[in-house]
């Protein structure tokens, strides 16, 4: 079976790819560099059944300016270091959201979407996964910190992406995040739209 992965870099399609692969045998087909797996609009040669990751996007702006950067910066041509009134150490964020929601409504449309939140422990991975690609009766997981640009990774992290609420941003930065995501990304996705009351 031959299959699309996308998503931004933090995501977890690192995650996804891994989980499938080292379960299922099967490898994404996307070719570079038209079909990157990190592309910001789809453009896709074959009819192949398409995954997409998100990860929550309070979570991910802090995956993106705090942990390895990996290529994100590099890769897609935005100013990210404009000098704004919203930043996040280094990072406009006003652009940071911007690409997200961008890449979110380029590919909302597109395939099955996989909350990386979904997909944190051993028996989710394989009640989604057996949904799209068959029960195999047993399972091989990742461990945290064995994978490539994530091995800062540790067992405790998966309660802080479980919970789904940021440890490092602002009431404002929060507050920014919501205003350009607007209510109806959280209601298409399930992500609870957080309250600024008890933040940093």
């Known amino acids: 079976m031959n299959y699309y992965l996308f998503g931004l870099q933090r995501s977890g399609t690192n995650l996804v790819q891994n989980l499938i692969e080292d379960n299922y045998g099967l490898k994404p087909a996307n070719a570079a560099p038209e079909e990157w ?13 398409v995954f997409k990751v998100i990860k929550n996007p309070y979570t991910w702006v ?13 890769k897609h041509d935005f100013d990210f270091f404009q000098t704004g009134p919203f930043m996040v150490e ?27 939140e979904d997909i944190l422990y051993p028996e989710q991975q394989r009640e989604y996964f057996a949904k799209h690609f068959g ?16 091995e800062e990774f540790k067992y405790k ?13 602002t009431g ?15 209601i298409e996705t ?3 739209m957080l309250r600024v009351k008890g933040l940093i």
């Open 135 to 150: 029960d195999l009766g047993s399972w091989k997981t990742v461990a945290p910190g064995s994978m490539f640009m994530c």
């Open 90 to 116: 280094d990072v406009n964020l006003n652009m940071l959201m911007y690409v997200y929601k961008t890449w979110y409504d380029q590919w909302k449309d597109k395939g099955t979407l996989i909350k990386y």
């Open 62 to 74: 802090e995956s993106i300016v705090y942990r390895e950067r990996a290529d994100f910066f590099q």
């Open 190 to 192: 399930g992500f609870k």
């Open 172 to 186: 404002m930065q929060v507050k920014i995040i919501n205003k350009v995501m607007t209510k109806y990304f959280f």
């Open 37 to 49: 797996k990190h592309s910001m609009k789809p453009n896709l040669k074959n009819d192949y059944p």
């Open 157 to 169: 992290d998966l309660e802080y992406y479980e919970k789904q609420k940021p440890t490092k941003l």
